[in-house]
């Protein structure tokens, strides 16, 4: 099958076109937010996941203070 010029140089520019754009895309700051608010990055995921995780620890030992003693078994 044999291609003719002019569609070689339409997909070629294709090609060159496509090429710009998944640049544009790969360089552009990805950025989520919040209605505006604030902006949805990594530090806040780890902020948000890390007081989450401080809570957690504090919930867990006031929860382990009230057990009575009478749960464990004595040896």
């Known amino acids: 099958m044999r291609v003719s010029s002019n569609e070689a140089s339409n997909a070629s520019l294709f090609y ?3 090429q710009i754009f998944s ?3 790969m360089q552009r700051k990805r950025n989520f937010n919040a209605a505006g608010f604030f902006d ?3 530090k806040l995921i780890t ?7 401080t809570y957690l620890v504090i919930i867990i030992q006031f929860h382990l203070t009230n057990i009575p003693d009478c749960h464990f078994p004595k040896e």
Request: charged content about 10%.
């Open 16 to 18: 060159q076109i496509l």
């Open 40 to 42: 949805m990055d990594y």
């Open 47 to 53: 902020s948000i996941l890390a007081s989450s995780t």
């Open 23 to 25: 640049m544009e895309v």
